[in-house]
């Protein structure tokens, strides 16, 4: 696992927000969100938001990695999320009960991170397979010339954001509609990154998300 670094973005802290990113700081996930922590202006009170990569290649792995960062009492945290995909891991119900259980927030993608890419250009409910068709989604419609790991995706998406908080929202709506059945990591496609996003740029904004996230965990 790469060294701690200093916090993305830190600032005078009122709240204190830890993202764990799956993949190194060379990947396209840790590369957007560091991105845009440095690019959002203080809203409100002061907040400090600690964005980490790990090589920890499951999700379970990664929530236990957070969970261990919460139980460190000399440094308190308000919120711990992780960031992973469906794609390539197994063992998503493990996951997300463990995550339930240590107060660990989800930022979850199906199938991959490029879907919430992908929704910065359209509207889809399209079901990819893998991270590579979303790209070829990308590029054979002129969208945007990405690649897998690109290190500047936000800044050539940025302009799109507010399209793709729209249009993720309405999205998880949909396929509540026809997959309702099925445990979130078993839908296709799927993300809340767009809550993620939410907290990054209005940590003080107070709502009640309870809701949410015990459908999201059930």
């Not at 919430?116 to 991270?131: D, V």
């Amino acid at each position: 696992m790469p060294k701690s670094r200093k916090p993305v973005g830190s600032r005078r802290c009122a709240k204190r927000i830890y993202i764990l990113c799956e993949g190194s700081d060379k990947h396209s996930e840790y590369a957007y969100l560091s991105a845009l922590i440095k690019d959002t202006p203080l809203q409100g009170n002061t907040v400090q938001i600690e964005l980490v990569p790990t090589e920890k290649n499951t999700g379970r792995e990664l929530v236990e990695e957070a969970a261990r960062k919460i139980e460190r009492k000399f440094k308190k945290i308000d919120e711990a999320w992780v960031v992973y995909d469906q794609d390539g891991y197994t063992l998503h119900k493990e996951t997300f009960r463990l995550a339930k259980e240590k107060g660990v927030k989800l930022a979850f993608s199906a199938t991959a991170f490029e879907m919430w890419i992908l929704l910065h250009y359209k509207y889809t409910t399209k079901q990819f397979s893998k991270s590579e068709d979303i790209i070829k989604e990308l590029k054979n419609k002129s969208f945007i010339d990405y690649t897998k790991n690109a290190t500047n995706v936000y800044s050539i998406t940025k302009n799109n954001l507010t399209v793709a908080k729209q249009n993720a929202k309405q999205l998880r709506s949909e396929v509540e509609k026809y997959d309702s059945d099925k445990k979130i990591y078993e839908r296709n496609p799927y993300t809340n990154l767009d809550l993620l996003v939410e907290e990054i740029q209005h940590p003080d904004l107070k709502e009640n998300n309870e809701a949410f996230w015990d459908d999201f965990y059930k």
